[in-house]
Every structure is written in C-alpha cells, then in structure tokens.
C-alpha cells in the first residue's frame, strides 16, 4: 500500500521543518523487521519498504507490504475481535476467555488451574453433573475452548494433569495470533453465523447465507440507489390486498427482487403438521 502523508503532520507540532530527523526515522522504519508464522509457514516483512519526500519537502510517499499493513491495523483489530468475543462468547467461554485474559496480561505463555479452583471460577462448582472430570471436560471446557479459538485473540490448548488416575488441574497454553490470523478472524467475525468458515468460491456468487431473508437484505445493501429503484419498479410497489392498493414493503421487494434476479432462494423447509395447525 502506497501512503501518501503531509511531512508536517508526520514532524508533529513545533518540529523543526527540514525533514532531518524525519528521514532517519524513516531509515530506521526499513529495518523494523516483522516476523510469525500463518497457517503453519513461518513468514518474514519489514514495517517499511521504501520512501520517498517529494513536492520540496512536502510530502512523503511510503511504501507499505501487506505485513506492515496488517502489523499497524493489529491494535484495531485486536480491539475488535475483543469486542466481538464479549458478545459472541457463552457464558463459560466469556468467563474463561477473561481468566485467560488476566494470566496473559501477566507475560506468561501457560497458566495451571486446580480442577475445584477452574470450576469455582467458572461457576459451576454447585453443580453436581460437573462433578466428574469427564462431563466438566465435554460440557464446559471443551465448548468454551472452541468459541475463545474461533471469536478471540489467541490460540489456547489445554492439557489435562493426572495425579494417579484422576485429573487434579488442567494446564493452559497459548499464544497470540499472527497478525494475518488476527485479520482474518475479524473478518470471519463479521460474517453471518451461518457462513462462518466457509469457502465461497466466486466474489459474484449470491452470499453464502442459509437464511433466506438474510440473504436477500445483503444481497440488496450491495445495490446502488439506482438499481433498487429499477428492481422495485420491476417488482411493482403496490399490490391488490382485499380490493385495495397497498404499498409492498421493502422487505417484500428485495426478497421477490432477489429471487427473481437468479439468485434462486434456498427452498423454504415444508411445515410440519403442528406447523400447519399453528397457523
């Protein structure tokens, strides 16, 4: 990604304004190496990876590699991927991610919990059904381990202790997310539910969306203004409801727009007998 700054803004306030201290910042930038591993691959980048000042002065023109860009967003979107966890998480993954949390914040790579102290912090230690290893296992951490993986900042695995044969503590172990992963999680984060982490194959395939209306809305906010006009004009704005012109609802213009476009709506699944009965 090609940046164009002012110099005066990157100086700051009461600088000096002959771009001095400006390029050996800018030199020191080129040799900020940047390095992780995504999906397996060990990788390797530099913050900065050319510059130029140009316009007399006036202007640097930076050149970032796609690592530096995802490097310098990581603040942002780690702060986002918190903030969708808060809400996504369940009650036992939101507890544990915020234990983890307050351990990681501590600069340690692992943290060991006693199972009485792991179930009194997740607040399950009334309940009697968790009051065996493996229940507790299937029910509460397994669960909660696979959202904090899939919404949060860091990979965590867990490793059961034995003392004898029983599990007397289980050990935590994680790491934060490469910066490549931490992108990719937020944009997951943002998709519907029901595509999280499916492929879709072509950018101008119908949205990977099983809801049929929650198709139809994404599929109609990437139209202009223009085109929803033509669609509505197509479809008819009114329709005859008890020998009376109504207006359709936009709702029901974009779905019969969307079906009527190709990209065909998912069969609705046929009501039941108790369906039918209800109405």
């Known amino acids: ?17 002959d771009n001095v201290w400006l390029r050996e910042c800018l030199r020191r930038l080129t ?22 000042i140009v316009q007399g002065g006036s202007v640097a023109r930076l050149l970032i590699p796609p690592a530096g860009v995802h490097a310098l967003r990581s603040p942002t979107t780690f702060t986002k991927i918190e ?16 234990i983890l949390a307050d351990k990681k914040r501590l600069g340690r790579p692992h943290w060991t919990f006693s199972v009485e102290e792991l179930r009194a912090l997740l607040g ?17 951490l397994e669960p909660a381990l696979e959202g904090i993986n899939d919404y949060g900042t860091v990979t965590v695995k867990m490793t059961p202790e034995k003392r004898g ?16 992963d931490a992108a990719e999680t937020a944009i997951e984060n943002e998709r519907h539910s029901s595509t999280r982490r499916k492929r879709q194959d072509t950018d101008d395939a119908p949205p990977m969306i099983e809801e049929p ?67």
């Open 124 to 140: 399950v230690d009334d309940k009697k059904s968790y009051s065996r290893w493996n229940n507790f296992r299937q029910w509460v």
């Open 1 to 17: 990604m090609w940046l164009e700054v002012p110099t005066k803004r990157l100086r700051g306030e009461g600088s000096r304004a």
């Open 31 to 52: 040799k900020v190496e940047l390095s992780g591993e995504h999906k397996g691959d060990p990788w390797g980048a530099v913050v900065l990876a050319q510059w130029h």
């Open 165 to 180: 044969r029983s599990v007397h503590a289980v050990r935590f172990d994680w790491r934060w997310k490469d910066p490549h």
């Open 213 to 279: 209306k929650e198709a139809a809305r994404l599929w109609w906010e990437k139209l202009s203004d223009a085109e929803r006009d033509s669609w509505a004009d197509h479809i008819g704005r009114e329709t005859e409801i008890g020998g009376i012109m109504r207006s359709r609802p936009e709702r029901i213009i974009r779905e019969m727009a969307f079906e009527e476009s190709g990209k065909a709506l998912p069969p609705t699944p046929a009501k039941t007998p108790q369906d039918q009965e209800r109405g």
């Open 83 to 98: 903030a969708t966890a808060a809400h996504q998480l369940s009650g036992h993954g939101r507890r544990l991610y915020t």
